[in-house]
């Protein structure tokens, strides 16, 4: 694959570019002069001019080309934009403000996005209303339909979603290892570290000490998600703290689980508000109960994703350790193939 192209003489800025692209994983082709850039200007899929080369490059009339940057270490140069001009490039970014923007722009030509994924978050309405199970039962099902899906275990006051899954032994990293992460994560790079089963992919917690996610952990999690899924399911608990609201901000669509009771819609409603500060997708999951589904989400005011009604010998199926049961025939089974087909459907 043609690597991306840097244009300079400026050696403390060269250093500054193999570093940062070092960071993401690329390796460049370096011309210290317009005429020796030549044979690599059309092929290059990123072109990097540093501000020392821009007037040089512009006389030989380069050829008008997408992804092209001009790169500085000087702030506020009021020449800057000018020479941005004169070569054709796309955008200004000023070292060191904007490094964390370069390795994205080379991460993107080394590692392109070979998926859309889609971000579905699930909530309960109160505690014990299933949106672990549901989380879960969601990930399993889009994995059965050999959809690379990513299952989140955003709850470090959970059980544990590799517990429930029977995976609490499995090799891999968990949050404790990627607390620290900030900026671009490579997709294959999570997915190899994780524990993987086939086509689903799961980030959980270590058993111990709970350690609350940073934000800026979550959010390189979900845009590697995105890049690298099909699909990305993330359990969030009921109180919403920065990596919840990171998560919320990106998602596709909000499942929020409510028992069918006067006390479980009342809690829903006090969830439902810190919703909405960070999302409008929320969509009702109403677990069967004394109130009618339509009461429920006529109250809530939220659209109605569909009804889970109690599901015979679940728990104990769970307590055993064996994964949940999705047959056609099961509520759960049910509910996650028509779900999916709704929101992934138009994807596919």
């Known amino acids: 694959m043609d690597r991306p192209l840097v244009i300079t003489e400026d050696h403390d800025l060269l250093d ?11 390796e460049l082709d370096v011309a210290h002069a317009p005429a020796h850039a030549r044979p690599y200007w059309n092929r290059a899929p990123l072109v990097v001019v540093g501000g020392d080369m821009a007037d040089a490059l512009a006389a030989t ?9 001009l ?98 032994e499995a090799d891999g990293a968990r949050w404790s290892d990627l607390v620290a992460r900030e900026g671009r994560i490579s997709f294959t790079a999570l997915q190899a570290a994780l524990p993987t089963f086939a086509e689903l992919t799961l980030l959980s917690f270590h058993r111990g000490e709970v350690e609350a996610i940073p934000a800026e952990a979550m959010r390189s999690v979900l845009e590697a998600g995105r890049r690298g899924f099909d699909l ?66 006529a109250s809530l005011r939220v659209p109605y994703a569909g009804g889970l009604p109690d599901q015979p010998r679940l728990a104990a199926t769970l307590n055993r350790g064996d994964l949940p049961p999705l047959g056609r025939r099961t509520p759960l089974g049910r509910f996650c193939a028509s779900f999916l087909h709704s929101i992934l459907g138009a994807e596919r």
């Open 16 to 26: 500054d570019l193999l570093r940062v692209a070092a960071a993401a994983g690329a």
């Open 61 to 69: 009339g380069p050829p008008p080309r997408h992804r092209v940057v």
């Open 71 to 168: 790169v500085t270490r000087t702030p506020a140069d009021p020449d800057t934009w000018r020479k941005c001009v004169a070569v054709g490039a796309q955008t200004v970014l000023e070292l060191p403000s904007a490094e964390r923007q370069l390795v994205d722009e080379f991460a993107d030509v080394v590692e392109p996005a070979s998926r859309a994924g889609l971000v579905v978050c699930v909530v309960g309405g109160r505690g014990g209303a299933g949106a672990s199970v549901l989380s879960a039962s969601l990930a399993l099902s889009a994995s059965r339909q050999r959809l690379r899906t990513l299952l989140v275990d955003a709850d470090p006051l959970g059980g544990g979603l590799d517990l429930l899954l029977g995976q609490e």
């Open 232 to 297: 990305v399911v993330v359990d969030l608990p009921r109180h919403c703290d920065p990596a919840a609201a990171e998560a919320l901000s990106r998602a596709t669509a909000t499942l929020l689980v409510v028992a069918a009771d006067v006390r479980g819609v009342l809690a829903a409603a006090q969830v439902l508000a810190r919703l909405h500060e960070h999302t409008t997708e929320v969509r009702a999951v109403v677990r069967g109960g004394v109130l009618d589904d339509d009461v429920v989400t």
